[in-house]
Each structure stands twice: as structure tokens, then as C-alpha cells.
């Protein structure tokens, strides 16, 4: 008998519409054959829409949703006022339901964030973080914490990502004993604001983590740790920094090779599209949390949807559906 992982899927919110989370979700059916779906959004467009595409019905749920929270919402405010919203019908449904083993979103990250701290909380009420995989020079890959859930953190607070990211790095990619560093201005151990100089001391005395040190912008992506941790506000600039430079990068080798006629190159630029492109990458995982929760770009395309539903299973998987 198969075993099967269903995952709940958020079709509104995205800036590209339903309809492309729905060619993403019968790409997913196809690639992944242990996979069911209970697609969240207005049931009677979902359902013909994956007629169209000729998905397995068999592996197709749906709840109806009559309201989208947007990016414009009032994050908190918006989870009580929109209770038939898609993105609470799926929180609803993961948190209750022990078959669903996690979800996707591409909306609000905000709202995403609240939503999930509030149906999806540990015991210990912990606040969760958002943490990106981006790869490395050494080959490997290096988990970004926090990328944007919390602005402003206290010491203790990066300690918390600390373990969070190191159960993360472990769990999708098998590391035994991740290398946990510090975002900082200088390697030196006294560089660093005052939050990053007490997190130091704070990640030094943990015995339970591989702590390596201070790592500069310069090293965010070497390889020197499996897991960097930082506030939010300085993850979600190097998120989107890395982002805009290897787009820019990508499109001056593509512009070059329009202009030297050299499409030997544009190998190189493929090369480039798999490591840095968001799509192929997946999203944002949210870390402390009871389930896996992924949230994809708000511009992602379908291969986004494959990716990010493909975290989520595989950290069901490797985690026995539970994820703390």
C-alpha cells in the first residue's frame, strides 16, 4: 500500500493568481508521486482548473475560500476579520488535522507568520523565525536565520534561531553537527553591534552548538557555516541583496551574448538560474512551528510551487511529520 504526505496548498495571494499555484500543483502531483493536495481557494474554479490539466482527481482535495488577505491587510487584524480567507481555511486545516502535514502559501508573509504562531504554536510559545536555504561556495548549502519574522531581536532570541536552524539544517539535509555563525561586521570575536556582540557570548557557552563565530557579509555564502544566524532585518537584506545581484549578474551575461553572438555562454547563465534563481530554490521555511510551513515568493512561477511542496515533503519525511 502506498504511503502518502498531503499537503495543503494556499492558491490565493500570489502575484500571479490561482491559476499558476494550480499548474504548479499538477506539475507537483506528477513529480511526486507519494504526494496528495488539498488545494484552498474558490473550490469550483480550482476543481476545473485541474480538470483542465487532466491532475489525478484521486490525489485532489478541496476547501472553498470566499476571501484573500493581501499584502494591503493589517496582518493580525486580517486573521480575525477574514476567518474565510484561504490562508486561515489552510492554517485551520493543517493545525487540526493530523493527516496534512504541512503547507504552501505565496501571500502575505506577515500574515503567514501571525497565522502560524497562532495555530500552529509549540508548547513552549516560542516566536517562530523564517529561514532561507541559499547555496554555498563550498558546494553545499548554508541556512539563512532569520529572513524577516522578527525586525528587532533580542540576544536570547538569536540563540532560539540558532537551534531552530541547526534542527532545520539537519533535518532536510542530514548534517549531523551543523556549524552554527554570527552575522557580523568582522570575523574578530569583539566586532559586531551590541545585540550580535551579547549573542556571541550567549551561542559561545551553548554546548549543545557547533558555534564557529563571526562571519562577515563577505563569507555569508563561503561555506564556513551550515547556519548563519541574524535579526531579521539584516537576513531579509542579504536575501534580497544576493537575489537582485545575481539577477543583475545573469542578465549582463545574457546581454553579453547577444552581443558577442557567444551562445556557448549561455550554458553559464543556466548554470546560474538553478543555484540563484527563487523558483528553483523553493521559499522560506518557517522554523518553530508544529508542521512544516513554507512560504513561496509572491512572484513565484509553477517550478517555485514543485519546489517549495517538495521541502515540505521531504521534511515530513525525514522528520515523521512533526516538526518542532
Known amino acids: 500500500m502506498n504511503k502518502y504526505y498531503t499537503v495543503v496548498l494556499d492558491t490565493e495571494g500570489s502575484d500571479k493568481g490561482p491559476a499558476m499555484v494550480a499548474e504548479g500543483a499538477a506539475l507537483s502531483l506528477e513529480k511526486y508521486p507519494e504526494l496528495k493536495l488539498v488545494l484552498v481557494g474558490n473550490e469550483s474554479a480550482l476543481r476545473a482548473e485541474m480538470e483542465k490539466r487532466g491532475a489525478d482527481a484521486d490525489r485532489l482535495s478541496y476547501i472553498n475560500a470566499t476571501e484573500v488577505i493581501t499584502n494591503y491587510d493589517n496582518p493580525s487584524v486580517a486573521l480575525f476579520t477574514k476567518r474565510d480567507s484561504s490562508l486561515v481555511k489552510a492554517l485551520e486545516a493543517v493545525s487540526i488535522n493530523d493527516e496534512y502535514v504541512g503547507m504552501v502559501n505565496a501571500g502575505s508573509t506577515g500574515a503567514l507568520l501571525a497565522g502560524s504562531l497562532r495555530y ?133 551575461i545574457v546581454v553579453f551574448s547577444k552581443k558577442t553572438g557567444d551562445e556557448s555562454i549561455m550554458r553559464v547563465v543556466g548554470h546560474l538560474m538553478k543555484l540563484y534563481d527563487f523558483n528553483s530554490l523553493g521559499g522560506g521555511v518557517v522554523l518553530g512551528v508544529r508542521k512544516p510551513v513554507v512560504k513561496a515568493h509572491g512572484a513565484a512561477n509553477e517550478q517555485s510551487i514543485v519546489s517549495t511542496v517538495g521541502i515540505v515533503l521531504n521534511l515530513a519525511k525525514n522528520k515523521k511529520i512533526e516538526y518542532k
Request: net charge negative; charged share 25%.
Open 120 to 252: 500552529l504554536a509549540t508548547p513552549d510559545m516560542k516566536r517562530p523565525a523564517l529561514a532561507a536555504v541559499l547555496p554555498a561556495e563550498s558546494g553545499g548549502f548554508t541556512a539563512l536565520v532569520d529572513t524577516g519574522a522578527t525586525i528587532d531581536c533580542t540576544p536570547a532570541q538569536l540563540v532560539h534561531f540558532a537551534h531552530l536552524g541547526k534542527e532545520f539544517i539537519k533535518t532536510l539535509y542530514g548534517v549531523e553537527n551543523p556549524r552554527i555563525g554570527i552575522l557580523s561586521n568582522g570575523k574578530e570575536e569583539g566586532k559586531g553591534n551590541k545585540l550580535v556582540k551579547e549573542a556571541y557570548q550567549l551561542l559561545k557557552a551553548e554546548r549543545e552548538l557547533n558555534f564557529v563565530g563571526n562571519i562577515e557579509g563577505t563569507n555569508a555564502l563561503s561555506g564556513d557555516c551550515d547556519v548563519l544566524v541574524c535579526d531579521g532585518f539584516a537576513g531579509n537584506q542579504i536575501l534580497k541583496c544576493t537575489e537582485g545581484i545575481a539577477r543583475r549578474i545573469i542578465k549582463d
